[in-house]
């Protein structure tokens, strides 16, 4: 599946799916317990400088435990969001995804160093367990490719994630896809830290997470399933450029279309990659006020995946019918 590129780790890897994509997983995910009544709130931008040089240099040849790890990445962290960052950046760093690893049996994810997102997701609980960090873990569904989750297959949908509590409030994270990508044709993963995916703003979350459980939307409305399944799939850059995507609103899309987008921002050029043919389209836009028309005119017999973007990164994509 395929995140949007971020200032903070620019996935040149994901330039596209039929050719070189280099893509974020989502796979089978596991609930676990009962779930508390929360609510999100907002996270104040903080230095990770320190967490992140320990998560990245503490070796696997000083492991016993988990209970060691946890205490031995976080002993010198003056605070939980500290401690939490050190435990996330560590398990993104140093566990693989591997098709096929099943589990979510954190020890066994630990002595592997592999897992798919059950796997990242329970090692994650775990450390934040023995780290006296309230950590739990979400089922539900997640999109990032079109032609594969535009009213696909919810199987294929399947996926875990989790949310955190710091300092009295929750917060969501996906350590899975924070940790990199799998090339889809050699099912090779590449690590490519990803931050947006770390304390995410959960109206920015909401476009591509769907939880089973609707308290962990985290205050934002969750739409009916049908609905998520069959809208277009989202970027992170289209929340960071504050667009609001007004139609279609369905993912699935002929060969004419015409597609209506909300910024109070002038926006930049837009344009519309087209998988299949390996084909960037200039996509000229008509603006009153914050109000921005942009035809839509694809080849005639192209079907397949259509991503539109700005500034060289997505912000959401169709499926030609």
Same mark, same amino acid.
């Given at each position: ?8 780790? =620019? ?27 929360? =609510? ?7 230095s990770y400088a320190r967490a992140d ?5 503490? $070796? ?32 993104? /760093? ?7 690893? $099943? ?18 997701? $329970? ?35 399947? /996926?875990?994630?989790?949310?955190? %509590? ?40 909401? &476009? ?15 739409? %009916?399933?049908?609905?998520?399944? =069959? ?24 060969? /004419? ?21 390996? %084909?960037?389209?200039? &996509? ?7 109000? /921005? ?8 017999? &192209? ?9 060289? %990164? ?8």
């Amino acid at each position: 599946m395929n995140p949007a590129p971020t200032n903070e780790a =620019q996935m040149a890897i994901v330039e596209h799916i039929a050719r070189k994509a280099i893509i974020i997983i989502v796979h089978i995910g596991t609930v676990f317990g009962v779930l508390p009544s929360v =609510q999100a709130q907002p996270t104040e931008p903080l230095s990770y400088a320190r967490a992140d040089s320990i998560a990245l240099n503490w $070796s696997f040849d000083r492991i016993a435990s988990i209970e060691t790890l946890a205490l031995g990445l976080t002993s010198g962290s003056t605070s939980d969001d500290e401690k939490f960052r050190t435990l996330f950046r560590w398990v993104a /760093h140093n566990i693989a995804y591997q098709f096929g690893a $099943s589990g979510k049996d954190p020890l066994k994810v630990l002595r592997r160093k592999k897992a798919v997102c059950e796997g990242y997701a $329970s090692l994650l609980q775990a450390l934040c367990q023995e780290a006296a960090i309230e950590c739990v873990t979400i089922q539900g569904l997640a999109k990032s490719m079109a032609r594969e989750h535009i009213d696909g297959d919810q199987a294929d949908m399947r /996926h875990a994630w989790n949310a955190v %509590e710091l300092d009295g409030a929750w917060h969501l994270v996906d350590v899975t896809w924070a940790a990199g990508g799998v090339d889809m044709r050699t099912r090779k993963f590449t690590r490519a830290f990803e931050a947006g995916w770390f304390l995410t703003d959960p109206a920015q979350f909401a &476009l591509s997470h769907w939880p089973e459980d609707a308290q962990w939307m985290l205050g934002i409305e969750r739409p %009916e399933r049908k609905d998520f399944i =069959q809208a277009p799939v989202y970027y992170r850059w289209y929340s960071v450029k504050g667009l609001r995507l007004e139609s279609p609103r369905k993912g699935r899309i002929g060969r /004419h279309t015409v597609i209506r987008i909300r910024s109070e921002a002038p926006l930049s050029p837009l344009s519309a990659y087209v998988a299949e043919a390996d %084909e960037l389209l200039t &996509l000229p836009v008509k603006t009153t006020g914050d109000r /921005h028309t942009v035809q839509l005119d694809l080849p005639k017999d &192209l079907r397949g995946p259509v991503i539109i973007k700005m500034d060289g %990164e997505w912000l959401f994509a169709f499926n030609r019918e």
